[in-house]
């Protein structure tokens, strides 16, 4: 099953842009994890936060968490061709599995 | 740090055949790991997490005797697809976690199998 939804589910900017996505899940969590996908690749995990933090940066990326709202979101500054690809949340528990949200697939026009 | 290997990277097989896919963990060692399914274009579903030296917990819906995992290792999952029919063609990707951290660590994905039924 899947947690929640990401908005938007396509996105396409010009490069040097910033993109947001979003993320809302629906039950309790420990953490919220980001991860990009290259089209028919694994996942590389981005960045982590947890439900006890309310932003975070690692380079360009920065992270909000709501848990009030049951909602975060993945900002990319200054996005680069290289940026293409699906972004995914993921909630994590104390059940220690993580279950993935829909999806944004982000393409960067040059 | 915290590599994980899946192999096959992609497989085509006979209808009725059994496929086994591997994942390893190669620089850490991970009491669970856990199997995911993906169709074009969509999300992961979690078919089961596979805990090391006990049986695999299953997603509901997700068929236990077809999706067969073996988890006998720290460094050492495997799901086999038994019986495969063109509808088990799809993307499956596994992903563990060390066991030294706790909930508050990210997941390392294996670079995922193509199975095609045929």
């Known amino acids: 099953s899947q947690q929640g939804e990401e908005d938007p589910q396509a996105l396409s900017i010009q490069e040097g842009e910033n993109a947001t996505m979003n993320c809302s899940y629906k039950t309790s969590i420990n953490n919220l994890q980001w991860y990009r996908q290259n089209s028919g690749r694994g996942l590389v995990h981005l960045i982590l936060?947890?439900?006890?933090?309310r932003e975070k940066h690692s380079g360009r990326l920065r992270v909000t968490l709501d848990t009030s709202k049951k909602s975060s979101s993945l900002l990319i500054t200054a996005s680069r061709a290289a940026d293409t690809a699906s972004y995914f949340c993921?909630?994590?528990?104390?059940?220690?599995?993580?279950?993935f949200g829909s999806g944004t697939r982000l393409s960067i026009r040059p | 740090g915290a590599v994980v290997s899946q192999h096959p990277s992609w497989v085509i097989c006979k209808s009725g055949t059994s496929v086994k896919i591997e994942c390893r963990s190669l620089d850490f060692q991970a009491t669970t790991m856990f199997w995911y399914r993906q169709f074009p274009k969509q999300s992961l579903m979690l078919m089961a997490t596979?805990?090391?030296?006990?049986?695999?917990?299953?997603e509901q819906g997700v068929e236990k005797d077809k999706f067969l995992i073996n988890h006998a290792s720290l460094t050492l999952s495997t799901l086999t697809v038994t019986s495969a029919h063109p509808e088990d063609s799809s993307f499956y990707i596994c992903?563990?976690?060390?066991?030294?951290?706790?909930?508050?660590?990210?997941?390392?994905f294996g670079s995922g199998t193509r199975l095609t039924v045929v």
């Open positions: 993921a909630t994590g528990s104390s059940a220690s599995k993580i279950i």
């Open positions: 596979s805990n090391e030296g006990s049986k695999a917990t299953y």
């Open positions: 936060i947890r439900s006890n933090e």
């Open positions: 992903s563990a976690r060390p066991d030294r951290g706790k909930v508050n660590y990210g997941y390392t």
